[in-house]
């Protein structure tokens, strides 16, 4: 019954936030910033619920303020005052922890800002990154989320009734290699139909390995939040969003997978080193 009443819950979310995730990818410019920008916020928020050493006021109001605004630096292409404002943070955090007169707890907490600036501010700006890519920078953005909400999907329910073999029980122990396979499969599939649509057919056998890789990433990125969630032994980040838990829940895949698109497409555009 649970089972139903999640997927009940995922699929209604679902048709309200997949529409407008693809409309703002799309729209790019400065909405495509602010998405950014609040999944940062609500991120860094979500992470200080996970590591005890950022459980504090310090960290709480800090790391989210400095990860959305390491995100529109980045954008804005402001890099020097994005370094500034984050070895600024790095120093404030020293100066705090220093008062709390344990060594352990400081090396702690200034481990965990730097942490969280690049896992909340610079991971997640890759998605506005990838937008502002010419020409086509927004459809590849949507084609990022369609491919991993399809791969997730695929290996959700692959998973779900075929799977046998774990992936890796001690942080995640509903994953199983099936899942893994059946992922794979949902992200091809789905690359191949958006590698003739909205990409227009244009480099469709990069499209594909573009999918393998990313969807890799992405499987990669959960495993890597499921093993915060492990250490801090909570569910979910949050239960901010019904069916789903909260932003790192659900941006989890994203964060490793962006990067990684972002990194392909540029070698692509900027020297061709890869070409088929």
Known sequence: MSFVKNLISRVAVGVIAIPAIIYISLKGGFPILVFAAILAIVGAVELTRLLPSLKNTFSMIVLPIASASIIAGIVYRQYALSGLLMVSVILLAVIV????GRIEE???????????????????????????????????????????????????????????RKLAPEISPGKTVEGLLWGFVGALVAAGILGVTILDGKNLVFTLFISVVISGMGVCGDLFESSLKRSADVKDSSSLIPGHGGVLDRFDSVLFAAPTLYLLLQLQVWHGYIRF
């Open 97 to 100: 922890y220093s008062f709390r």
């Open 106 to 164: 400081l090396k702690n907490g200034i481990i965990d800002i730097v942490f969280g600036m690049i896992y909340c501010g610079l991971m997640f700006s890759f998605i506005p990154l990838i937008s502002n890519i010419q020409p086509n920078g927004g459809e590849w953005l949507v084609s990022m989320f369609i491919i991993i909400w399809t791969a997730d999907t695929a290996a959700f329910f692959g998973g779900k009734f075929t799977g046998r």
